[in-house]
């Protein structure tokens, strides 16, 4: 892996481990609650959702990957990729073995190593991005979900986010969660 992308891949486990930090201080009768807009649920399973969905070259291939297939009661129909409100509510259960796929996602970046370069253009979507600009604004993503959902937390709890500068930190058991992949679906 090149300099460029082990840094890229370190700030979005940066951000990753900032989200899974928000989402385990979630109180648990604050988590389907609306809080102006979307639930917190809701919330964290669109910033995941998106991750998948930037990290893969085809939705087709994001939809047939092991993960979504041991979880189609949760990933139903795609709403997300539709330009409408979404409406189903889903577990921090499954959320947590979401955020843990994501991060596998992230740590098989391997771009450089497989003839993709950073200047490439992107893929996945229509946007006029390279995949350097396609991470960064997968970072950025990250972050301002997880900063919202960090201030809902503050203003309803007292506790303030915490700052993590770079790479991943270790939160839930991902060992006793990897094995539980299939359970998890909306509640």
């Known amino acids: ?19 899974q930090n928000v989402i385990q201080d979630c109180p648990d009768d604050y988590w389907d609650a609306k809080d102006n807009d979307y639930p917190f649920s809701q919330v ?5 959702f998106y991750i998948d969905y930037y990290l893969h070259d085809t939705v087709e291939e994001m939809e047939n990957q092991d993960f979504h297939t041991a979880n189609k ?6 709403e997300e990729l539709e330009d409408k409100l979404p409406k189903h509510l889903y577990s921090k259960e499954f ?15 391997e771009l450089d190593g497989t003839g993709g370069k950073l200047g490439d253009p992107a893929r996945i979507n229509n946007k006029d991005m390279t995949v ?15 900063a919202q959902l960090g201030l809902r937390i503050q203003t309803k709890t007292g ?23 299939s359970s998890g679906s909306q509640r």
């Open 132 to 146: 350097l600009e396609m991470l960064v604004y997968v970072i950025r993503h990250i972050q301002h979900h997880a």
């Open 95 to 109: 959320i947590r073995n979401y955020l843990i796929q994501c991060h596998a996602l992230i740590q098989n970046l």
């Open 44 to 48: 964290a399973f669109h910033t995941l």
């Open 159 to 181: 506790k303030e986010m915490d700052w993590i500068g770079s790479g991943w930190k270790e939160g839930w058991d991902e060992r006793a969660v990897k094995r539980k992949t």
């Open 1 to 19: 892996m090149s300099g460029s992308l082990r840094a890229l891949v370190r700030q979005l486990e940066a951000g990753l481990s900032t989200l």
């Open 73 to 78: 009661d949760s990933f139903r129909d795609y």
